[in-house]
């Protein structure tokens, strides 16, 4: 990446031409567990961890294994206690019942949801000059929901599975498309990176501490950094540089007494649909495999000059959108333990029966994990 913006700026070949030759291979999830190590160095050199652990109990906590790929990114001060003593797998009933809650809810958004957005919307990202600008504006609302759906089902999986091993780890995400603001939402989307981000970046930069400019300057410093650790693109500096600068945004109308703009529930609906199509533009950088891609699509959505028209790739995405909103609702009120914990003794197995046959039922063409890239 540093090649590349040296070539933009200079013009040398050479620097475009540097270390290609080189085929370096990444391990798998380097990104997470690299954070997670971080972390707990730094946590241990700033005094906030002083417990003494076993060789074994670090490894664990590196390598705890349904998190070692795509997180969430753990703390040793969550999980690091809860192998204290801890010689065999103990069973709870309430740990059983959630986590085979969460890993059918993650299959679900996972195979169901963007599993069969994907395959509808790829070939539209693979190819966007040939497609409309309704098409792609249906793609990028694709692209969104079925991050949430990847990713977000992944987290679930993991989570269920450390509970079916007596464990806890941190949820991720708590329905993030009903957020009001953009602040609201970087505290439900991909929370263990937000708040990593925030005490091991944004902090030692100064945080609120420092004055206004070099504060807001501070917040998008650290979200571009944020777009580089998911990639050494431009596309990514420009997704991080976008919502650092809605944050900022945010920020300076609270300090001119716009805390909230609508304070009425249609007014907090209002908000809850800018919020959400704020993180639908972000996905347009995030998903372009380059800048050519980038200004195309941006263009061609912005300048729109396509009807609106109905095909597969319409209905199934705003159907699949729909399912995963009444998800988000049920999550946003935590109505899935209070409700499903009452009926679980007749109900269960029906539950999972039935979320069974509609995984076989309709099931999409299997796809790798997106977050597995980073």
Not at 74 to 103: C, H, W
Request: charged share 15%; glycine share 8%; hydrophobic share 50%.
């Amino acid at each position: 990446f540093l090649n590349s913006v040296l070539y933009d700026i200079t013009g040398i070949i050479w620097f475009k031409e540097f270390g290609t030759s080189l085929k370096i291979i990444l391990p798998l999830a380097i990104s997470f567990y690299t954070f997670q190590i971080l972390a707990f160095t730094i946590d241990i050199y700033r005094g906030k961890y002083t417990e003494d652990i076993s060789l074994l109990n670090y490894m664990v906590f590196i390598m705890f294994f349904p998190q070692l790929i795509a997180g969430p990114i753990m703390r040793a001060n969550e999980f690091l206690p809860q192998l204290q003593g801890k010689t065999e797998i103990d069973f709870k009933s309430d740990y059983i019942y959630k986590g085979m809650l969460l890993v059918a809810l993650g299959i679900v958004k996972k195979v169901l949801i963007a599993d069969n957005i994907a395959g509808v919307i790829d070939p539209v990202w693979q190819n966007p000059s040939q497609y409309s600008s309704f098409e792609l504006f249906i793609a990028i609302h694709g692209f969104t929901w079925q991050i949430y759906g990847d990713f977000g089902g992944y987290t679930d999986v993991a989570r269920g599975a450390a509970y079916l091993l007596g464990y806890e780890i941190p949820e991720n995400f708590k329905a993030p498309f009903l957020s009001a603001s953009p602040r609201e939402m970087w505290q439900r989307w991909h929370i263990t990176l937000s708040t990593w981000l925030r005490d091991y970046l944004y902090i030692p930069l100064g945080g609120s501490r420092v004055g206004e400019f070099r504060n807001q300057f501070n917040l998008v410093l650290t979200f571009v950094l944020g777009g580089l650790w998911h990639g050494a693109a431009w596309t990514y500096v420009i997704w991080g540089f976008f919502h650092g600068f809605f944050l900022v945004l945010q920020r300076i109308m609270e300090k001119l007494g716009f805390k909230q703009i609508f304070p009425s529930f249609p007014g907090k609906i209002v908000s809850i649909f800018f919020t959400y199509h704020l993180f639908f533009l972000g996905a347009i950088p995030f998903r372009s495999k380059n800048m050519s891609d980038f200004f195309l699509v941006s263009e061609k959505v912005f300048l729109w000059n396509s009807n609106i028209k109905s095909s597969i790739l319409t209905e199934t995405v705003i159907g699949l959108c729909f399912l995963a909103l009444l998800i988000q609702i049920f999550e946003y009120k935590e109505y899935f333990p209070r409700v499903l914990w009452k009926i679980r003794p007749v109900f269960t197995p029906l539950i999972f029966l039935l979320l069974l046959i509609l995984i076989g039922l309709y099931s999409g063409t299997g796809k790798e994990f997106v977050y597995f890239q980073f």
